[in-house]
């Protein structure tokens, strides 16, 4: 079977068409943008199906453990199966776990739709590896990070986007919409995609058994994993507790503040086709210093004007953008140098990364709860400080095992 005649044969002179890049980055920030609608609608959600108020963050919980689980066993089938079907076959799972929550009353079936939104929204990544093999070596970075870019715009941007919606009609056509916009996509992308079969030749159980080899064989996921799962905390970290610092006595500021300053955090995702082109030119290592940095700086610079001021507003407007450029900066990196550990392997490799990542980002988030309620936005910040730095003190110690490797 040959690929269907696509903007994919329209090659641009790095190996992938220009059109195709921006289809799969487009792709990855709609799909990705399915785990983050409910996080501002989970009180008006819970109150609708008669969900009790103390279960609640299982709205978001749910759509976050089937991520979780389908990054682990559902992400590898890329190294197995043809990608295009199997990526088209996910958007139509997510698009039916759509519907079914949008038509949800109670909530049983509803929090069963969110399970499923999360499995499959995992279609994300199986694009970027894609992605990875259609580039040439020589700009695989940036291919990767010009798409890694449309997946962060599409995180930060749905949230705003969902209280819109529901603004202008109800919890319930949020879902809708992004069912319509899931058709839509899937449509073009079964068109447009050219197909690609794996050269592997094992069955489901041995591809699941590999990972485990592969984490405890592969010294570069390993480090990059315990990277991002560190700037990952420290990212959900800042987003949980931002918006109830801003809503509380010394800043006052409403929905629609709270709002504006979250699309502040919008204009980090211009990293990410940064990062990709220093990756290219063989400065993973100082980019990643860079990212690294840049999110602990962040959290240092929130504490220099008095809380409530506008000095204050302004330093943690701009320290939104730092954090989120430092994440996506370490983020597209680490995705780099994770896939030149071979092409038959990038599946695998991106579903352990991604699932390390993603548990760091959901500790993130309860220490962040934790510590905000303990002792206020200084405690969360010092907290947000430390995860960086100790991802720091990690990265300083890869030159001296690279020397000893050399040496043996």
Known sequence: MTAPVSIAQTQHPAGLSAGMTFLMAAACGLIAANLYYTQPLAG???LDIGLPAEATGLIVTLTQIGYGIGLLLLVPLGDLLENRRLIVTMIGLVTLALIAAGLSTTPGPFLTASLAIGLGSVAVQ??????????????????VGNVMSGLMVGIMMARPI????????????????SAVVM?????????????????????????????????????????RAAYQACQFAAFSLFWTVTPLHLAGPRFGLGHNGIALF???GVAGAIASPIAGRLADKGLIRPATAFGLVGVGAAFLMTQVATEGSTAALTLLTLAAILLDFG????????QRSIYELGAELRSRLNGLFMAIFFTGGAIGSALGAW?????????????????????FAIFLTEKIDQERALKH
């Open 44 to 46: 008006p959600i819970a």
């Open 126 to 143: 199986m694009i970027v590896p894609f992605a990875a093999n259609l580039a040439p070596d020589a700009a695989r970075g940036r291919v």
């Open 162 to 177: 969902s209280g819109l919606i529901a603004g202008l009609s109800s919890w319930h056509s949020v879902f809708y919409v």
């Open 183 to 223: 058709v839509g996509l899937g449509s073009l992308l079964w068109v447009q995609l050219p197909t690609r079969r794996p050269a592997a030749r094992m069955t489901y159980g041995q591809l699941i058994k590999s990972m485990g080899k592969l984490l405890a064989t592969q010294p570069v996921l390993q480090r």
């Open 262 to 264: 979250a699309l502040a």
């Open 327 to 334: 994440v996506t900066m370490t983020l597209v990196t680490g």
């Open 371 to 391: 510590a905000f309620a303990s002792g206020g936005w200084w405690l969360a910040s010092m907290i947000g400080l430390a995860l960086p730095a100790t991802a």
